[in-house]
């Protein structure tokens, strides 16, 4: 079958375009829901108790047929829908992280300086730190105290909610600031946000920090030092929304890479049986290396699949190491979309473009090749076939021209164990913005393609 070229908005029937509008606006409910990664995980564990998933770790045995999910530290969690195969033979594994770039407040953050309440933070993930000043922002996390009981918090996106800001120099006095280059013209030190200026009434010595600290005990009963146990993660405020006059594209925050979190998601709830068993990572730390006890550097995703094949009745070590070899993944994420306000970074006839469906990228990292994983030709004819078959258009592309840059995902982690990867998500503008943009288009062909993936690859 011949390769589709054409724009999806040109070969999509009625029916699928109004397919299409459903699932963006459930996609945009799914940023809305999950602004972080804990946030996440509570919505997909929502969502898949109720299309019939059930707790692995409250399992006693299991049996091809039936869906189990995996949560790890309510960060990350893994999904298998279990095949009439051995599973030995390998699963369908499609891989995406829902962290993304953001700030996060230190440990020690509640200051005043002249008469100002500030929290102080550290940048998470890479950022353009100027992108991130004079615009509204809201706080999401959890504090917990000593005795263990835990506040979540989420404050500034509700209508009637207050927001938060990063202040920047007016242009009046910036000459000297607009000297610097874009790396340095915002420091990070100066990310901190503005939470307040009213002091407490009769209180002499750091008046504003004393309201703040009020504020948190009467409405959370939050005292200062449990903010050191605290996870607070400060993103742009607001709801994700329809862009252009066409209304063809998402703009939202986060979208690197719960965008294909949640496609590959949706994917795994919609493909009911299967021969081969499937499943479905979601994991946390991607944006800074993958590391800690909820990346994909961890045991997390070994132990759950060990975890698996015990309640199948036929663990061995050995038979974990082959069904890690044989799988095969998709590693959900997402690629630079042609921008034509800066072509001087892509090379055109191997980019990305918007309207022309998923993104295979048969390797990332930077100049040459370094930290990549790089997919076998073998494996990439096998997933060409795959899709065609399924009428799912896709396009083949680099992340910019050799010498511009670079970035890396999951992939490489997964093709430790030698299981067959590539890269594969979503082409979005502006990537690690505080608002990012896709196409509506982009989205509902990657779930195409996801579906199509775990029902017929072999």
Request: glycine residues 8%; hydrophobic residues 40%.
């Amino acid at each position: 079958m011949e390769k589709i070229e054409k724009n999806l908005w040109e070969i999509y029937n009625d029916t699928q375009l109004k397919e299409l509008e459903i699932f963006n606006e459930k996609y945009k409910a799914f940023l809305d829901a999950g602004k972080t990664e804990r946030e996440c995980v509570t919505e997909i564990i929502r969502q898949v108790e109720e299309a019939g998933y059930q707790n692995l770790y409250s399992m006693d045995s299991l049996k091809a047929g039936d869906k189990v999910y995996a949560a790890w530290m309510e960060k990350s969690i893994a999904l298998f829908n279990v095949g009439n195969e051995p599973l030995e033979k390998g699963m369908n594994i499609l891989g995406a992280h829902i962290d993304s770039p953001r700030l996060d407040l230190k440990q020690n953050p509640l200051y005043e300086e002249s008469g100002f309440a500030y929290f102080d933070t550290h940048y998470y993930g890479g950022i353009k730190k100027y992108q991130w000043v004079t615009i509204p922002l809201s706080i999401h996390g959890v504090v917990v105290r000593k005795d263990g009981t835990k506040e979540v918090i989420s404050i500034g996106e509700q209508e009637n909610d207050p927001i938060f800001a990063v202040t920047d120099l007016l242009i009046h006095l910036s000459s000297k600031q607009l000297e610097k280059n874009a790396a340095t013209v915002i420091e990070g030190e100066n990310l901190d946000i503005l939470i307040g200026s009213r002091p407490l009434q009769g209180e002499e010595k750091e008046a504003v920090a004393a309201k703040i600290l009020k504020l948190l005990e009467d409405t959370y009963h939050i005292e200062k030092d449990d903010l050191m146990s605290a996870e607070l993660e400060v993103v742009p405020a607001g709801k994700a929304r329809d862009c252009g006059l066409d209304r063809s594209m998402v703009m939202a925050y986060g979208q690197d890479d719960r965008i294909c979190a949640y496609t590959s998601l949706a994917a795994m709830l919609d493909v009911e049986r299967v021969e081969r068993t499937s499943c479905c990572i979601l994991v946390d730390k991607e944006e800074i290396g993958s590391v800690g006890a909820t990346g994909m550097n961890s045991k997390f995703f070994e132990n759950a699949v060990a975890d698996l094949y015990e309640k199948l009745g036929g663990f061995s070590e050995l038979k974990l190491r082959k069904v890690l070899a044989h799988s095969t993944m998709i590693s959900s994420d997402v690629s630079a979309a042609y921008d034509p306000m800066y072509t001087e970074v892509y090379d055109k006839k191997s980019t990305s473009f918007f309207g022309k469906g998923p993104v295979f990228c048969k390797h990332t990292g930077s100049r040459g090749k370094s930290g990549s994983n790089d997919a076998n030709a073998e494996y990439i004819a096998k997933l060409r076939k795959v899709f065609d078959e399924n009428t799912v258009s896709f396009q083949m592309a680099e992340l910019g021209k050799v010498d511009a840059g670079g970035g890396g995902t999951i992939a490489y982690i997964l093709a430790q164990y030698g299981m067959e990867v590539i890269d594969g998500g979503v082409a979005v503008l502006c990537m690690h913005a505080p608002w990012e943009i896709s196409s509506k288009a982009d989205v509902y062909e990657a779930y195409r393609g996801y579906c199509a993936f775990l029902r017929d690859m072999k």
